[in-house]
C-alpha cells in the first residue's frame, strides 16, 4: 500500500484546511486509516482515526476537525478553527491486519 497526503499550506489561525490521502496497492485489504501529525521537537501522535463505522479524534482536535473516508482509497482531513498548536508535519496512515503503511507528510503551519 502507497499513501500519498496533500492538502497542506500556510494559514492564519481560525482558518481551515482540507488534507487529502489517497492509497493505492491494494487498498481492499486496509482495515483502518488515520491521521498523526508531528511537531518540532515533539513526538507524532494521533489526530483522528476512522475504522468502519468508528470515528476516534484527540481531544485537542474533537470539534474543530473531521475524518472521513470516502471510498477504500480516499481519506479526509476537514481542519478548520486552526489554531498555532496545530502547526506540524501530517501523516496518513493504513492498517492493513499486521502491516502499518506511512505516507510522506504534509505540512501545515497556522501563524499569523
Known amino acids: 500500500v502507497q499513501l500519498q497526503a496533500s492538502g497542506g499550506g500556510l494559514v492564519q489561525p481560525g482558518e481551515s484546511l482540507r488534507l487529502s490521502c489517497v492509497a493505492s496497492?491494494?487498498?481492499?485489504?486496509?482495515?483502518?486509516m488515520g491521521w498523526y501529525r508531528q511537531a518540532p521537537g515533539k513526538e507524532r501522535e494521533l489526530v483522528a482515526l476512522?475504522?468502519?463505522?468508528?470515528r476516534r479524534y484527540a481531544d485537542s482536535v474533537k470539534g474543530r476537525f473531521t475524518i472521513s473516508r470516502d471510498n477504500k482509497s480516499m481519506l479526509s482531513l476537514q481542519m478548520n478553527s486552526l489554531e498555532p498548536e496545530d502547526t506540524a508535519v501530517y501523516y496518513c496512515?493504513?492498517?492493513?491486519?499486521?502491516?502499518?503503511?506511512w505516507g510522506q507528510g504534509t505540512q501545515v503551519t497556522v501563524s499569523s
Open positions: 496497492g491494494r487498498v481492499f485489504s486496509i482495515n483502518g
Open positions: 476512522s475504522t468502519g463505522s468508528i
Open positions: 496512515n493504513a492498517v492493513d491486519g499486521s502491516q502499518i503503511y
